[in-house]
């Protein structure tokens, strides 16, 4: 009594009949709906009064099914159970799509919901990860939207799964499967010379950063002062004028992604000039 299920689904009612004066195989049994002119059909019960009838015929609403069971002397007895039939609910995740996500990304999560008989926001949702984790609960708005946003998913791959279930108890399902990329760890930074001068080739040095899910880094560095901008790891003393402090960036990447970057500044000294040569000559006074 009070369950539901979808339109066309072959549903089972069982009941048990007994009488006191005649074997229980020997009454009749019909089932009907208050919802449909006609009568569903009629079964057959069992030395053992038992009954089974099966119908798909049921039309979306909610239904009073009535068993009538009659005697060889025309006496009824009766009973009924409410039994809904709807449509299930239908939803789609639109976002996140299949891929690869980068670790503390605000990640959107997007869905379309709608339902025959209900409102799409009387339709219960939740979203959740595979380990039984729930991402939201949030329903949908009158429109059908459904979104929310998140941004801290650990990385590794996970599968989210959208469950709806309307005021019937009819479910219906989506999910999505995508990939968080864990950012390398910001490295240290190291310059040689420790203290240039305008004659030094100078060369910037990263290391030790990590990645947690394996990738293989590699380092890009940018040396700026105002308006210049030189890439790689040395620059020339072609560049260089005393006084002046350059900045040089170093960044990870891992393959997929950059990470934090490490930054540091170096001033560039005076260089002591070079041996002079004298030349002496005589001349007559």
Known sequence: NGSAGPLGELV??????????????ELTVE????????????????????????????TVETHTITLMVTDEKGAECSDLVVYTVGTPP???????????????????????????????????LVWSLSD???????????????????????FGEHIVTLNATDTDGLTASDLVNFTINALPTAPSLSVTPESPTTVNELTANATGSTDADGGNITYSYEWVYGSQ???????????????????????????????????MDVLIGN????????????SDL
């Open 12 to 25: 089972m009612f069982t009941a048990t009949a007994t009488d006191p004066d005649i074997p229980s195989s």
């Open 31 to 58: 089932w009907t709906s208050d919802k449909m002119e006609e009568s569903l059909g009629a079964s057959t019960p069992t030395s053992t009064g038992e009954i089974v009838f099966n119908t798909s015929d049921l």
């Open 90 to 124: 239908s939803v789609t995740i639109d976002s996140p799509t299949t891929g690869t996500y980068n670790e503390g990304d605000a990640l959107a999560f997007s869905a379309t919901v709608s339902d025959n008989e209900d409102q799409p926001n009387e339709v219960g």
């Open 132 to 154: 039984g984790t729930i991402l939201s609960e949030q329903p949908a708005t009158s429109d059908g939207q459904a979104q929310f946003i998140l941004s801290d998913l650990p």
């Open 229 to 263: 901008s030189v890439s790689g790891a040395t620059l020339s003393s072609s560049y260089t004028t005393k006084g002046e402090t350059w900045t040089v960036t170093a960044t990870p990447n891992d393959g997929t992604t950059d990470g934090p970057s490490s930054s």
């Open 271 to 282: 260089s002591a000039p070079t041996d002079a040569v004298v030349t002496i000559s005589s």
